[in-house]
């Protein structure tokens, strides 16, 4: 009887797994169309693009919009400011959240959990009703329509100190009282200690500040006005009142700007997926 049971049980399970696969095969394919379509768009003529009824392949795939994109508007440019302004918030969200994810986590002081609260209070707060003040701040410390009003506003991150304190308050005292014995100083504790403890939590807060501050549409097209300060995320609206029609070039140049974040995807998944998981743990 127990050996009739079992092949039925494993029959079950293989037809369990196949209809899971089915379902997450349906399910990527599903996610993944708008993708494809933006490509496929992407290689078609301007007249294909707007035809009715629409064509999912192009009848003759050709690189004429990404041609344009490249020659006719300053997309170098765009892409050098997007990488100045994603990689420095990134690095000094990292510096800040970590200094501050220590202080919070290993210094007594009065007012620490007051502070603390107020802090974490700040992540209901949506950006929305933040953005006029924001604009003030700029305008009075004259960083309007410059690169540093891109990177000021981002230096803080009040989940990044969150995260960091959470992971450094899981660092023993011991350790750090130790290094005081042996005469090291605070800032050389926490950049030789507390640093190498904190990478993992470090590699989350820097793929989510990075992706964060590249795809920021917002508050880039409040602060910036000059063509040549643009970043990437703004060449969209520059395709769109220039080429009201134009399609094929907004679908090309939304590939170019998506690019870069697959590659970074391709390169560190690994590390992505344990980001996340990292994230939901604490």
Same mark, same amino acid.
């Given at each position: 009887?127990?050996?009739?049971?079992?092949?039925?049980?494993?029959?079950?399970?293989?037809?369990?797994?196949? =209809?899971?696969?089915?379902?997450?095969?349906? %399910?990527?394919?599903?996610?993944?169309?708008?993708?494809?379509?933006?490509?496929?768009?992407?290689?078609? !003529?301007? #007249?294909?693009?707007? @035809? /009715? +009824? +629409?064509?999912?392949?192009?009848?003759?795939?050709?690189?004429?919009?990404?041609?344009?994109? =490249?020659?006719?508007?300053?997309?170098?440019?765009?892409?050098?400011? !997007?990488?100045?302004?994603?990689?420095?918030?990134? =690095?000094?969200?990292?510096?800040?959240?970590?200094?501050?994810?220590?202080?919070?986590?290993?210094?007594?002081?009065? %007012?620490? %959990?007051?502070?603390?609260?107020?802090?974490?209070?700040?992540?209901?707060?949506?950006?929305?009703?933040?953005?006029?003040?924001?604009?003030?701040?700029?305008?009075?410390?004259?960083?309007?329509?410059?690169?540093?009003?891109? /990177?000021?506003?981002?230096?803080?991150?009040?989940?990044?100190?969150?995260?960091?304190?959470?992971?450094? !308050? %899981?660092?023993?005292?011991?350790?750090?009282?130790?290094? @005081?014995?042996?005469?090291?100083?605070?800032?050389?504790?926490?950049?030789?200690?507390?640093?190498?403890?904190?990478?993992?939590?470090?590699?989350?807060?820097? /793929?989510?500040?990075?992706?964060?501050?590249?795809?920021?549409?917002?508050?880039?097209?409040?602060?910036?006005?000059?063509? #040549?300060?643009?970043?990437? +995320?703004?060449?969209?609206?520059?395709?769109?009142?220039?080429? !009201?029609? @134009?399609?094929?070039?907004?679908?090309?140049?939304?590939?170019?700007?998506?690019?870069?974040?697959?590659?970074?995807?391709?390169?560190?998944?690994?590390?992505?997926?344990?980001?996340?998981?990292?994230?939901?743990?604490?």
């Amino acid at each position: 009887m127990a050996a009739s049971t079992h092949p039925q049980a494993r029959q079950r399970a293989s037809i369990s797994l196949i =209809l899971l696969y089915v379902a997450l095969s349906i %399910g990527a394919i599903l996610m993944a169309m708008p993708l494809i379509q933006m490509i496929l768009t992407s290689l078609k !003529s301007a #007249d294909e693009a707007i @035809r /009715i +009824p +629409p064509t999912l392949i192009p009848s003759h795939p050709s690189l004429a919009a990404y041609r344009t994109v =490249l020659t006719e508007a300053p997309f170098f440019t765009w892409f050098r400011n !997007s990488i100045v302004v994603a990689v420095s918030v990134t =690095l000094l969200q990292l510096f800040t959240s970590t200094l501050a994810g220590y202080i919070f986590a290993k210094f007594e002081f009065r %007012g620490r %959990g007051l502070l603390f609260t107020l802090l974490l209070a700040t992540l209901m707060v949506p950006f929305p009703v933040i953005l006029i003040p924001t604009y003030l701040i700029v305008v009075q410390l004259h960083l309007l329509n410059t690169l540093y009003a891109l /990177i000021v506003p981002g230096m803080v991150s009040a989940f990044g100190i969150f995260l960091m304190r959470q992971f450094a !308050s %899981g660092i023993p005292d011991d350790l750090i009282d130790a290094a @005081r014995i042996d005469g090291a100083g605070e800032f050389r504790i926490y950049w030789r200690l507390i640093l190498p403890q904190l990478q993992p939590a470090m590699a989350t807060l820097g /793929i989510f500040t990075f992706m964060a501050t590249w795809n920021d549409y917002l508050w880039p097209l409040i602060a910036i006005n000059d063509q #040549d300060r643009m970043t990437l +995320p703004l060449a969209l609206t520059f395709f769109n009142s220039q080429h !009201s029609t @134009r399609y094929d070039l907004m679908m090309a140049a939304s590939v170019l700007i998506i690019a870069p974040i697959i590659i970074v995807f391709l390169f560190f998944q690994r590390q992505f997926v344990n980001a996340v998981a990292l994230s939901g743990m604490k």
